[in-house]
């Protein structure tokens, strides 16, 4: 399987920072908040790597850091340290080395974001077909008819009533507004998905469904994702390898099967057994 990522000691710290931080914070201080400055370290040393068609989650509770990793390499957050290949072809891309009009690009054309809000991924002021052809718009499929097709061709893979194509995202529930988010990510066939809290505040039948879907996509595009959840559930279903994260830091890492089955830590016990 080729690769397609590549993260090594990714960091981000919120404030100024300061020589303490990193052994102030952490599972074992309880607190990702350092006592000496005040700075919140989200996320500190991750790393993980990930390959075509894989699925790989990072589980965790609210405010472990684990949304933090995929904005940072999502562009929607500059990190404060570490680097992250991404490898398209025969290209590299050092993503936090590139510029605004770089990172623009890989954005709309090499990568998808699911966001937990849908409000985060679509319009609202604009239908659910001309979010999918905002993004189109700036591929190389410009001709109006081609974009419809693909806007359709979309929307009905996921589900999606033709009829509402021309409806705004605003009138529709919050699993169609999900659906509607993934066709517009999955637009440009971008080779790695990121996907953050997909189900969550969904009815559980619809929350079946879209996974569904996304084990349907990655099965027939071969893309790479990275799931984010606190949903054991989600991550047993979707992912064959996980990281676990507390405190801004990745406290085991492996197959899920083996996570899930013999978890190592402490914490990723108590998790497991929460959930049964």
Request: charged letters at 20%.
């Amino acid at each position: 399987m080729n690769q397609v990522l590549q993260v090594r000691n990714l960091g981000k710290i919120y404030g100024p920072g300061c020589p303490h931080c990193f052994e102030s914070t952490g599972p074992e201080a309880h607190t990702n908040l350092c006592p000496h400055c005040d700075s919140v370290i989200a996320i500190h040393d991750v790393s993980l790597d990930l390959h075509e068609g894989e699925i790989l989650g990072i589980m965790g509770e609210s405010g472990s850091g684990k949304s933090t990793v995929v904005k940072a390499l999502y562009f929607d957050q500059a990190p404060s340290a570490g680097e992250a290949i991404f490898f398209d072809a025969e290209k590299q891309h050092a993503l936090f080395n590139l510029n605004t009009a770089q990172q623009r690009w890989l954005r709309n054309f090499r990568f998808g974001m699911v966001y937990q809000h849908p409000h985060q991924g679509l319009n609202f002021n604009i239908t659910a077909g001309g979010n999918i052809a905002e993004r189109l718009l700036m591929s190389d499929l410009m001709d109006y008819n081609a974009i419809r097709a693909r806007a359709k061709a979309l929307l009905t893979r996921m589900e999606v009533l033709l009829s509402r194509i021309d409806d705004r995202p605003k009138n529709f529930s919050g699993g169609m507004q999900q659906r509607v988010q993934i066709a517009k990510a999955l637009a440009t066939r971008p080779p790695l998905l990121f996907l953050d809290e997909v189900t969550s505040g969904l009815d559980l039948s619809v929350q079946a469904r879209i996974l569904d879907l996304i084990l349907e996509i990655q099965q027939e595009l071969k893309t790479a994702m990275i799931v984010v959840t606190h949903d054991l559930g989600v991550i047993r279903l979707l992912t064959g390898r996980a990281i676990v994260m507390k405190y801004g830091r990745v406290i085991e890492a492996g197959l899920t099967d083996q996570i899930l089955e013999d978890p190592q830590h402490a914490y990723t016990q108590q998790l497991v057994a929460s959930a049964l």
